[in-house]
Each structure stands twice: as structure tokens, then as C-alpha cells.
């Protein structure tokens, strides 16, 4: 172990897959996550260790961690005082946002916030939902639920719920009065941790390599060969990340082009690129891609 070591929180629970595929996919190999708080890395100079989202950012604001992921919403619920490295555009299930939710049964005659006056709300997300109501000036009691809460939605006056899809929502047939937050996944650091040379430059490396292997993950590799005489009309039909690299090839009448495009994109372009005059069009995975 280096002497010199960078204490990185990764969050437990719904978060904890997607977090250690986007570490894998940026080229680290861990291990012992499924027995362990402490899994293994191998980086001799990062130590992890597993916490759930809602307490990551109170332990990195302490010193007690150097830096650690969590939702911009646990940021915000624990008025914690961190540095924010960058945004990371994963969840669990999606690249969208999540969003906390002000949610009723679709049956219910409570159609506006105003509406739950006098009502009890219930919500694992107590702080800023206190600080909602009381900015509209709406009178509720607060409290904090322990899960399932959607359950719950029938036997209090509402809720305010964590969706991604909307799926869990639809499924037990509430309706959404109001969003009180958007959040997305972060990459935080303590503010001593991050004025540390050392720990800075380990926490800079992260997040480069964490968001090269999300930029990556939409993106394709795409090569061809074409012969010089359709290179005008092939060119016509490539976008590109800035320009198109171009090879000669052994054979002096042909080229070779590379070029990285949007998953969605390859699919509509490799047609129009047979019928521009390309030929051995293949396309690859990319593991990360730093712009």
C-alpha cells in the first residue's frame, strides 16, 4: 500500500452496480464488494469504501473522506459543504436525471400543493421538503419515511418520492402535483482533500477517466475504405467529432476513413455510406473517449 493513499466513498445500494460498472468501464479492476465495505481495487494509492448516498456528503464535508459520489439531492438535503469535481450522468437505470416528486393517489380531489394544507407529507427527503412548504407558505408536518413509500401514499396526505422512470408512480396509480428537485450524480471532494496536490491530482484523474468511459458509452468506432474517386461523395455523408482521420492504403486508389459516431447514428449511416461508394464498413465498442 503507497503511503500516500486518496479515501473514496462509493455508494451503497441502488447506486452501488451502476458505480462499479462506469469504474470498470474507465479500466479499473475491483473486487470484494459483495462481502465487503472495503472493496479491492487495483490502485494501491485509492482506498473505497461503501456508504449509503444520504450520509456520503456529511462524511467527505468532515475529512473523515477524501472525495466520494452521491446525488446532487443528498448534497442539497444535508447542506453539506463540499467541493463539486463534476457531474456524472449515470443512475441505476438511466442517464436522465432523477427527480423528487410531490405525488397523491390518482383519485384523490388534492390537485395543487396548496391543497395539502394542514396535510402530513411523508418522504425520506425531510429537509428540503420542509423548506418547500414553507417557501409557498403551506402548512404540513413532515416526516420522515423508511422506505416503501409509495405505500404510503394512501395513508397520509402525500408523498414526496425519488423517481427515475416514473414506473414505480404509474405502478401504484399516483399523480405527481409537483417536482420539488431534479438531481443527478456527483462527484464531490472534502475542501482540504482537494487543496492536497496529491489528492487533487488523483481526484482529477477519476473524474476523467469516469467521464470518458460515460462518453464512451453512446459512441461507436466506425472505419471504411473508399476509393478516391467517391471520397467526395462519402465525406458529404460523414458527421464527425471534428474531422474524419484519413489513411492511404497500400493500394493507391483507395483510403481508409475512421471516424466515431453516436450509437444511433451508425445504424442510419452505413447504408448511405454503402450507396456513397464505402466498402469493408465495420464499426467497434470504445471504451472511453476524452473529448
Not at 218 to 226: A, D, E, I, Q, R
Amino acid at each position: 500500500m503507497s503511503d500516500k493513499v486518496l479515501k473514496l466513498g462509493v455508494p451503497k445500494g441502488s447506486l452501488q452496480k451502476a458505480t462499479f460498472d462506469l469504474f470498470e468501464r474507465a479500466g479499473f479492476n475491483i473486487s470484494g464488494y459483495e462481502r465487503s465495505y472495503f472493496p479491492r481495487i487495483d490502485d494501491d494509492e485509492i482506498e473505497l469504501i461503501l456508504l449509503r448516498a444520504q450520509e456520503m456528503a456529511r462524511y467527505v464535508e468532515d475529512g473523515v473522506l477524501d472525495a466520494g459520489f452521491t446525488g446532487h439531492d443528498w448534497v442539497i438535503e444535508n447542506d453539506s459543504d463540499v467541493h463539486e469535481v463534476c457531474e456524472l450522468l449515470y443512475s441505476k437505470a438511466t442517464s436522465r436525471p432523477t427527480k423528487w416528486v410531490l405525488a397523491v393517489p390518482a383519485e384523490s380531489d388534492i390537485n395543487k400543493p396548496e391543497d395539502l394544507e394542514g396535510g402530513i407529507i411523508a418522504t425520506e427527503l425531510v429537509g428540503a421538503t420542509k423548506k418547500y412548504f414553507a417557501e409557498k407558505g403551506i402548512n404540513v408536518k413532515v416526516e420522515f419515511s423508511w422506505g416503501a413509500t409509495e405505500v404510503k401514499a394512501r395513508l397520509v396526505s402525500g408523498i414526496v418520492e425519488l423517481t427515475e422512470t416514473g414506473s414505480s408512480l404509474r405502478a401504484n396509480n399516483l399523480k405527481v402535483l409537483d417536482t420539488l428537485l431534479t438531481s443527478t450524480t456527483r462527484f464531490i471532494a472534502n475542501r482540504d482533500a482537494w487543496k492536497d496536490d496529491f489528492k487533487r491530482k488523483k481526484i482529477e484523474n477519476i473524474s476523467i477517466l469516469l467521464n470518458a468511459a460515460i462518453d464512451a458509452k453512446t459512441l461507436v468506432g466506425m472505419k471504411m475504405n473508399v476509393n478516391k474517386a467517391d471520397l467526395d461523395a462519402v465525406l458529404k455523408v460523414l458527421p464527425s467529432e471534428k474531422s474524419p482521420t484519413i489513411s492511404n492504403l497500400v493500394d493507391s486508389d483507395y483510403v481508409a476513413i475512421e471516424i466515431i459516431v453516436t450509437d444511433k447514428v451508425d445504424r442510419q449511416l452505413m447504408p448511405e455510406l454503402k450507396r456513397a461508394g464505402a466498402s469493408g464498413i465495420i464499426t467497434y465498442p470504445l471504451n472511453k473517449v476524452i473529448h
